[in-house]
């Protein structure tokens, strides 16, 4: 069974900084593109950033500037650098990896993510 795994969150001040990581299997990262989602209450998942097998990245416009994906190679993990972050920030964040022209799709359990004064 695959598994990923998320590590990083919790509760931080607004403008204050946090990252994600996620150890995922050595073998997923040269055929995947992987990705950030994240879920508010109430609301639909919502895709933050992904990066490709080549390492090509992308942003939601919501997080541009003030998140980096990135991938580590050595630790099998997917990062996450969330800077300068707002309240609506606030989310369960998922960890994605997709496959197979997005015929396979896998998820981690999730880690929650709150930004609060």
């Known amino acids: 069974q695959v598994q990923l795994v998320e590590s990083g969150g919790g509760l931080v001040q607004p403008g204050g900084s946090l990252r994600l990581s996620c150890a995922a299997p050595e073998w997923m990262f040269p055929i995947s593109t992987m990705g950030w989602y994240r879920q508010a209450p109430g609301k639909e998942r919502e895709w933050v950033a992904i990066?490709?097998?080549?390492?090509?990245?992308n942003y939601d416009d919501s997080v541009k500037g003030r998140f980096t994906i990135s991938k580590d190679i050595a630790k099998n993990t997917l990062n996450l650098q969330m800077n300068s972050l707002k309240p609506e920030d606030t989310a369960v964040y998922y960890c994605n990896a997709t496959l197979d022209n997005g015929n396979i799709r896998y998820w981690g359990q999730g880690t929650q993510v709150t930004v609060a004064s």
């Open positions: 990066i490709t097998e080549a390492d090509v990245t």
